[in-house]
């Protein structure tokens, strides 16, 4: 099946720091990029989401970008705050289930230190 | 819309014992899916459905059930629990293909 990686798995950032989650993967045939925050005993919310006919998408502090020819898409978070110290996980539909669901990344344990 | 909503929240269950992880959504949604979440391991496919009476495995399959009756509710049944099943279980539905998904707030289960 599809295989997304994703690194690094920590990243300790200073607030105000800018911090940068990137995912590759292997399924030309993927068209729909969202990435997920968790926080600690919740569930994963969209924070943002990229579809391959655009190369970046921004939403104030966060942004996406993706390289459809390379394979990969990364998270860009600006100005960090500590209300940013989550788990974050980047995803992909595969086709392998007609789009309809979502393949993972292992995810990112973001923390952002006052 | 109360969302996407399961049931129970924390169980407790012995090896070998059966039992069903309820999901529901009122937002008509045809696809929905099961997930299951462990540490280090992100998050990983159980099994699937693209509308009622429509099912299909995902990544990790084995030792669950899963039926679509109503385009509401898509149940996960653990036919014979053991150690390996203890997890974070999470439910999801999309109005669209290559759509955003939806959480539930997860069930934590533990087998002993």
């Known amino acids: 099946g599809e295989n997304v990686e994703q690194h690094p798995s920590t990243l300790s950032v200073q607030e105000g720091d800018s911090a940068v989650i990137k995912c590759t993967y292997s399924d030309s045939a993927s068209n729909y990029f969202p990435w997920y925050k968790q926080e600690l005993g919740k569930r994963p919310q969209l924070i943002i989401d990229i579809r391959s006919n655009v190369g970046e998408k921004k939403d104030q502090r966060i942004a996406v970008t993706l390289n459809k020819t390379a394979k990969h898409f990364s998270l860009h978070i600006t100005e960090t705050q500590p209300e940013d110290s989550a788990v974050y996980f980047c995803?992909?539909?595969?086709?392998?289930?007609?789009?309809?669901?979502?393949?993972f990344g292992k995810g990112t344990m973001l923390l952002v230190s006052p | 819309n109360a969302g996407v909503t399961q049931t129970p929240k924390f169980q407790v269950l012995k090896t070998g014992q059966s039992m069903t992880l309820q999901c529901a959504q009122d937002?008509?949604?045809?696809?929905m899916s099961w997930y299951r979440q462990d540490p280090g391991m992100g998050l990983r496919l159980i099994h699937y459905?693209?509308?009622?009476?429509?099912?299909d495995q995902g990544e990790v399959p084995n030792g669950y059930n899963v039926s679509r009756s109503t385009t509401e509710d898509f149940p996960l049944r653990l036919l014979s629990a053991a150690p390996s099943q203890t997890s974070v279980y999470f439910c999801a539905s999309s109005p669209h293909l290559e759509g955003t998904q939806y959480f539930g707030p997860g069930t934590r289960l533990t087998v002993l």
């Open positions: 937002m008509n949604h045809e696809y």
């Open positions: 459905s693209v509308g009622a009476g429509i099912t």
């Open positions: 995803a992909l539909t595969p086709m392998n289930s007609g789009y309809s669901t979502l393949t």
